[in-house]
C-alpha cells in the first residue's frame, strides 16, 4: 500500500480537532458541526482515511452541517487531490487500471481514485495512459 503512512499523516492536522466515534446519522458516515468531527467507527480503514480527509477540508473552510452538491463535490476532489498525489496514481497506473486495484493499492476507496482522475489535465490522463498503449 503506497499511501499507508503518508496518508493517515494528513490527518494529524485533526489533533486540534476533536474526532467523535460516532455515526453522525442513518445516512451520513461522517459529519462536521464546525467543531467536531463525527464518524462512523464501522467504517473501512480506507472508508475513514478518506472521511476524516474530507470533514478536514469543510472544517478549514468553515463549513458547518450539510452543504450544497456543488460544496460537496469540490471537497470531495480536494480531498482525492490530497490523498493521491499525480505520482503515486502514475505509479500504479502503470501496471493497473481498474479502480478497484488502484484504491486497494494506494490505501483509498474506489470512489476517490476515481475523483483523482477525474481532476487531472489531458496532460496528466496521456501521462498515465498513453493513446500508443491503446493502438490495435
Not at 467543531?35 to 478536514?56: F, G, R, S
Not at 493499492?105 to 475523483?115: K, W
Amino acid at each position: 500500500m503506497i499511501h499507508s503512512l503518508s496518508s493517515w499523516g494528513v490527518v494529524r492536522e485533526l489533533a486540534t480537532s476533536l474526532i467523535v466515534w460516532s455515526r453522525p446519522h442513518s445516512t451520513v458516515p461522517a459529519f462536521t458541526d464546525g467543531k467536531a468531527i463525527y464518524v462512523d467507527p464501522d467504517l473501512a480503514q480506507d472508508e475513514t482515511l478518506c472521511a476524516l480527509v474530507h470533514e478536514l477540508i469543510h472544517l478549514e473552510r468553515g463549513h458547518k452541517g450539510c452543504q450544497p452538491p456543488t460544496v460537496e463535490r469540490d471537497v470531495q476532489l480536494e480531498a482525492a487531490r490530497r490523498l493521491i498525489s499525480f505520482e503515486d496514481l502514475q505509479r500504479v497506473a502503470g501496471w493497473s487500471k481498474c479502480p478497484e486495484e488502484m484504491a486497494d493499492e494506494l490505501g483509498v476507496t474506489e470512489e476517490f481514485v476515481i475523483l483523482r482522475i477525474q481532476t487531472l489535465n489531458g496532460d496528466q490522463v496521456q501521462t498515465l495512459w498513453p493513446p500508443s498503449e491503446f493502438i490495435a
